[in-house]
């Protein structure tokens, strides 16, 4: 019987190898790790990983616009107090001129 041979790439270094689709499946099940031809970790991450990991985008992105949100009411504050400040500026030397 031939062997069908995927090819991988590697996530951190790039290199492109071949695994036979039957080690493949194997480790898509077993979600083992297993190594590129320079010696980089890899392996296969679950569904449930998957979900996990989309779940933890999720929150991050969640996070972040709220982080957003909060920069961005600070900085209208900031504005605003700059504002007043430009204001109570004016009035003064409005005043010394008086
Ligand atoms: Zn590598």
């Not at 019987?1 to 695994?19: A, D």
């Not at 099940?29 to 999720?58: D, F, M, V």
Request: glycine share 6%; proline share 1%.
């Amino acid at each position: 019987m031939q062997k069908v041979y995927i090819t991988e790439t590697c996530l951190s270094c790039g290199i492109e190898f071949g695994i036979t689709k039957e080690r493949q499946e194997q480790l898509r099940k077993n979600h083992k790790k297993y190594y590129c031809p320079n010696g980089h970790n890899q392996w296969y991450t679950g569904e449930h990983e998957a979900e996990k990991l989309s779940r933890q985008l999720e929150a991050e992105r969640a996070q972040s616009a709220r982080l957003s949100r909060m920069a961005d009411y600070q900085r209208k504050q900031a504005e605003s107090y700059k504002g007043h400040l430009t204001r109570l500026k004016n009035k003064m030397e409005r005043q010394e001129n008086d």
